[in-house]
Structures are given as structure tokens and as C-alpha cells.
């Protein structure tokens, strides 16, 4: 089960057989739709749609939608995917949200309730009003740890109601919404330390989990749109021209050195954050982490990972979400493809079979 079961499941699905994931995003919308199989979780379908073209905008651009525009957009790839199943899990973006850890001076057998109000007051920059709260109690950074952990997470009243409107719209009304992060999380394994970016259109999120529970997130506001951007500044053409060079680009592709040039430029700042957070937490930890796991639209430029290693000194892995799932032999070198762009519905639609 889930964290934040009190506030963000907002009805458990009635049939637990099939289950749709699905991921909204700046750029695009993903959805994931699963099925049980003789006790087997197995992929049914999967589909995304670009946002661009319905806000008049080219393919790949950031952008945001009105409702109607949204729910049209939502309708037209379920239908496009041929999505059966009414189970729906959505995960909402990390930017409606807000999430921290913290330790409370408390002894163990204290009801934290009253003492997480208190503190989610200073570290939400909002009234709690205008917030939907809730909390959880997370396993001690170490054995001499005073205090208790917990990890807040406040989501915007706005936003999870404009996402109860759209599940009315699309016909999955009351179904279960989670924060993308917990999605993203539920694709990986829980080893002891892990650590995952994620390269969004608009942001870049990294996430740090003990023992299978998140412990850390840490958010940018840089990413894949960004870097089309440069590009077609660099190349003097288009935005749209710019975005079918990047998702094209080969080691041997002609633009190649103005891409990775691009990402470099791009991400730069941000690593050298992420680095920041990854050595203060393996020093907190006393740990290392093996390998960092990337995921998101943006991370499946191949120069990518080396630019990770030599700016974080981690060897770098993309993430496999559908290896939790079975599907036809044929299609594995697609799923090893798509996989890491499709994390948070895949991640969403798993919820349902836990």
C-alpha cells in the first residue's frame, strides 16, 4: 500500500484485475493500462500524446492547458490507445505538491499528529488552509538518532480537484491519485540506498529512497524543452525542427556535438546541486550509491549518461520500469525504448497490485 492513503486515495478501485497509469505532464500525457493474468501483472497497452498541437504549439513544448483542453487531450489518447479498464490511478506532478523530511523531538510512544501540524506550518509556504496534509513515519537515519522522522507531504487544494474533474470527465470517477514520486519510486528496487532523476519538459527531480521509502526529493526547474531550445538557437531553426534533431541525435548523428553541447549547457547548475544533495546524504547515510537509475523524456539522449558520471562520479543506469511487468518477447527492444520516458504511469498503474 501506499503512502498517503488517507487523503489521496480517493475510492479503492472496485475491480483490482486491470488498472490504467496515468502520467500528465507538461509536454505530454502517458498512460500505462495493466492487467493480472493467471496471478502474472502483464502490459495491455500503453500510448502518449503531445500537448503542443492543443495549445497550438509545436510537438515537445511545455505548456499549459485549460481544462477542456486537457480533458480532450486525456480522452483522445485512452482512446487512441484502446484502454479498456475504468480502474485509474493518476500521478500528480511533484510541482502541485510539497514534500519534506524533518525529525520531531518526540518520544516514542507520542501521537505526532498535533506536533506535524505544528511543523508543516513553518516549512509549507502556504496556509494549510489551501493545502490537503498528510504525513508519515520514516525508519531513523541512524542508530543514535534523537527524535523521530517523518516525511510531509501537502498537495494544493486546486490541484486535486482539477484532477477529481478530470477522472469524472474521462469516466474514472473516485479513482486513486498519488504524487508522481511515489509512482516513480513503486518501479524500482528497494535496496537499501537508491537514487533516481528524473528528466522531465520542464523540471528535473531527483529522489532518494532508504529501504524502499522515500527520504529525500529535490526539484529544478531546468529541463528537456529547455535544451530544444538551445538547440534551435544554436542551429537557427525552429523549435519543432530543434526537438526532432534531439530525439533523433546518435553518437554518429550530424548534430550530435551541438546536442550534447546542449545538455551541458542545460543541466550544468543542476548537477552540481544534485551533487550537493547525493554527498551530503551518503555522509548523513554512510553510504554510496552504486549507480544512479535515470528516467523522463530527457534522459534517453545517449550522451546523457556520460555526462552524469563525469559531473557526479556514479556510474549511471537508465531505468527498465517494465521489467516488474510481462509482455511479448518481440517487443522488449521497444520496452527498453520507451521504458524510462513511461515511469510515473507505469509506476501509477503497479499501485493497483500491490
Given at each position: 500500500m501506499g503512502f498517503f492513503s488517507s487523503i489521496l486515495d480517493s475510492a479503492t478501485p472496485k475491480d483490482t484485475s486491470s488498472a490504467l497509469g496515468v502520467d500528465i505532464g507538461t509536454s505530454a500525457i502517458k498512460v500505462v493500462e495493466l492487467e493480472e493474468r493467471n496471478g502474472v501483472v502483464t502490459l495491455v497497452t500503453y500510448g502518449e500524446i503531445q500537448l503542443?498541437?492543443?495549445?497550438?504549439?509545436p510537438l515537445g513544448a511545455a505548456v499549459h492547458l485549460s481544462p477542456k483542453q486537457e480533458q480532450e487531450a486525456l480522452v483522445d489518447v485512452i482512446r487512441e490507445s484502446a484502454v479498456k479498464s475504468r480502474n485509474g490511478v493518476f500521478a500528480m506532478p511533484l510541482s502541485a505538491s510539497f514534500i519534506s523530511t524533518t525529525v520531531l523531538e518526540a518520544e516514542p510512544d507520542v501521537d505526532l499528529s498535533a506536533l506535524v501540524r505544528v511543523e508543516a506550518r513553518k516549512l509549507i509556504p502556504a496556509s494549510l488552509s489551501e493545502v490537503t496534509l498528510d504525513w508519515a513515519e520514516l525508519e531513523a537515519a541512524s542508530d543514535d538518532q534523537s527524535g523521530r522522522s517523518v516525511l510531509i507531504a501537502a498537495i494544493q487544494n486546486t490541484a486535486i480537484e482539477r484532477?477529481?474533474?478530470?477522472m469524472q470527465f474521462a469516466g474514472f470517477d473516485g479513482a486513486p491519485t498519488e504524487i508522481e514520486c511515489f509512482s516513480t519510486n513503486r518501479t524500482i528496487s528497494k535496496k537499501k540506498h537508491a537514487v533516481v532523476m528524473d528528466f522531465g519538459a520542464t523540471s528535473t527531480k531527483m529522489y532518494m529512497a532508504?529501504?524502499?521509502?522515500?527520504t529525500r526529493m529535490h526539484r529544478v526547474n531546468v529541463g528537456g524543452a529547455q535544451v530544444t531550445q538551445a538547440i534551435a538557437e544554436t542551429l537557427h531553426v525552429d523549435f519543432a525542427a530543434a526537438e526532432l534533431i534531439k530525439q533523433q541525435a546518435t553518437a554518429h548523428s550530424e548534430h550530435y556535438t551541438t546536442v550534447k553541447q546542449a545538455y551541458e549547457t542545460t543541466y550544468s547548475r543542476s548537477l552540481r546541486e544534485f551533487r550537493q544533495v547525493i554527498d551530503h546524504y551518503q555522509t548523513k547515510f554512510d553510504t554510496e550509491f552504486p549507480y544512479v537509475l535515470i528516467c523522463g523524456g530527457a534522459s534517453l539522449f545517449p550522451g546523457l549518461a556520460n555526462q552524469l558520471l563525469?559531473?557526479?562520479?556514479?556510474?549511471?543506469?537508465?531505468?527498465?520500469?517494465?521489467?516488474?511487468?510481462a509482455y511479448p518477447a518481440f517487443m522488449e527492444d521497444v520496452m527498453l525504448q520507451i521504458g524510462p520516458?513511461?515511469?510515473?504511469?507505469l509506476g501509477a498503474a503497479l499501485r493497483n497490485f500491490e
Open positions: 503542443g498541437p492543443y495549445a497550438g504549439k484532477f477529481n474533474v478530470l532508504h529501504n524502499g521509502v522515500l563525469d559531473r557526479l562520479d556514479i556510474q549511471v543506469e537508465l531505468l527498465d520500469p517494465f521489467k516488474n511487468v520516458s513511461f515511469v510515473p504511469a
